[in-house]
């Protein structure tokens, strides 16, 4: 089992719309969480962080499930810059004491006119 | 403005070659920092860890003979692709992370390696 499983999509919705991408981790001691977007050919970049209790960033609300080791993204009234992938970001503590980032394979989005 | 610069952005090289990727902290003393593979479609790959002033930790899999890392100094890191194979082409990204926080990582714009 991948540690942390996306579905790739690719979800095409028209402007206007909302979207949400769904995660599930296998590592029950993850400790962080995080949703980044990868534009085309670019690095990832941070999108936000997801706090037990939700977090909201203006058109954009994470999620995250403890108990079911589920994270997600909604997306309200989507734009045709939000056309990108995004990667849901696990980080797992390891020995040593560096903890490092294990990604998602991203879930691919293409918003349309 | 950047706070992580790689260069090259792209290098074509062929096979049998090396080829050294630079990874330079713009902004701050990254005391620890990450190389990641991304091939076409897949998610980004840990390759490695290093800590300035210790050899560094390579995940499963990866051969550190043939992906040699320098943590020359708080501020720059560099990959070698030693001996270069088709197979290696992939899009290369670093990432560091600032001694503050144990998550916060700032990634590289990349390098997109081809072998021929």
């Known amino acids: 089992r991948k540690e942390v499983e996306q579905d790739p999509g690719p979800f095409n919705v028209p402007e206007g719309a909302t979207v949400a991408f769904n995660c599930t981790y296998s590592?029950?001691?993850?400790?962080?969480f995080f949703w980044y977007r990868q534009d085309c050919r670019k690095e990832p970049k941070l999108l936000m962080s997801v706090y037990s209790s939700g977090n909201e960033d203006g058109r954009f609300t994470a999620q995250l499930n403890r108990a079911s080791q589920y994270i997600s993204l909604l997306i309200r009234d989507s734009k045709l810059s939000d056309s990108a992938t995004y990667l849901c970001v696990v980080n797992l503590p390891s020995r040593g004491a560096t903890n490092k980032l294990i990604f998602g394979t991203g879930t691919l989005l293409a918003v349309q006119p | 403005g950047a706070v992580v610069s790689q260069h090259p952005s792209w290098v074509i090289c062929k096979s049998g070659t090396s080829v050294k990727i630079e990874c330079r902290s713009l902004?701050?003393?990254?005391?620890?920092m990450f190389w990641y593979r991304q091939f076409p479609k897949q998610s980004l790959m840990l390759m490695a860890t290093?800590?300035?002033?210790?050899?560094?930790?390579?995940e499963q899999g990866v051969e550190k003979d043939k992906f040699l890392i320098n943590h020359a100094s708080l501020t720059l890191s560099t990959l070698t692709v030693t001996s270069a194979h088709p197979e290696d082409s992939s899009f290369y990204i670093c990432?560091?992370?600032?001694?503050?926080?144990?998550?916060?990582?700032?990634f590289g714009p990349g390098t997109r390696l081809t072998v021929t």
């Open positions: 290093s800590n300035e002033g210790s050899k560094a930790t390579y």
């Open positions: 990432s560091v992370r600032p001694g503050t926080r144990n998550y916060e990582q700032y």
């Open positions: 590592n029950s001691a993850s400790q962080s």
């Open positions: 902004d701050f003393q990254a005391t620890t």
